[in-house]
């Protein structure tokens, strides 16, 4: 049996893990290769870094579809599943803020991440999962660990990270409200004046 969602539905609580101490990134459309390169490639730069957990926050098939663009020119889209890089050591957000910028320079993540890390003050990836209009995005899942050989200092950000994590499964798995509050149904667009 499905369900579907009224359109006014905004969805439930998502739950965040947001740090200013230690690097995290989301790669959106990369795929677990690109995701395990980038990760390498920042241990090798920023060795300070620590070792890196990987992780799939959607899962999207990869695949390849055409589209058209305003003029009719046909476009060839690599769909791939996004991807969250949580890395282990303190670093301070000045450090990460400049690796941002640097990747972002890079085209590794999108333009405007740079500005929205700085404006926020803060670097925040979802732990749970996320209702949205048309779809539900899962539990961000863990499928690599990079340990890095050019540090021999763990500071345990990647266990504080999983600490978090595992209250994003607990509420997807029980399946709470977050307001409590069961829907009546008199907030949609066809209810009237109390």
């Known amino acids: 049996m499905t369900c579907s969602k009224k359109p006014t539905d905004r969805g439930d609580l998502i739950l965040g893990y947001t740090t200013r101490r230690h690097l995290i990134l989301d790669l959106d ?15 090798k730069e920023w060795p300070k870094v620590g070792d ?43 450090t990460a803020s400049r690796i941002c910028r640097v990747l972002a320079g890079l085209g590794v993540l999108e333009p ?16 749970s999962e996320a209702v949205m209009m048309d779809t539900t995005k899962p539990v961000p899942k863990e499928v690599a660990y990079c340990h890095n050989m050019r540090t021999a200092r763990s500071d345990g950000y ?8 595992k209250i994003g499964e607990l509420l997807a798995l029980r399946g709470l409200v ?7 149904e008199r907030d949609g667009p066809q209810s009237g004046r109390e």
């Not at 459309?29 to 241990?43: C, K, P, S, V």
């Not at 899962?59 to 055409?66: G, I, K, M």
């Not at 046909?74 to 599943?81: M, N, T």
């Open 29 to 43: 459309n990369t795929g677990l290769d690109y995701a395990l390169r980038m990760a390498n490639l920042i241990m």
């Open 52 to 94: 890196c957990l990987i992780l799939e926050s959607t899962t999207q098939p990869d695949q390849v579809r055409l589209e058209y663009n305003k003029w009719g020119r046909v476009l060839v889209i690599h769909d791939r599943p996004n991807m969250h890089l949580v890395f282990n050591n303190l670093i301070g957000y000045n």
């Open 112 to 127: 405007d991440y740079e500005k929205i890390r700085e404006f926020r003050g803060d670097m925040t990836l979802r732990v």
């Open 178 to 184: 977050p307001e409590g509050v069961p829907d009546d």
């Open 158 to 165: 990647i266990g504080d990270y999983r600490k978090l994590k």
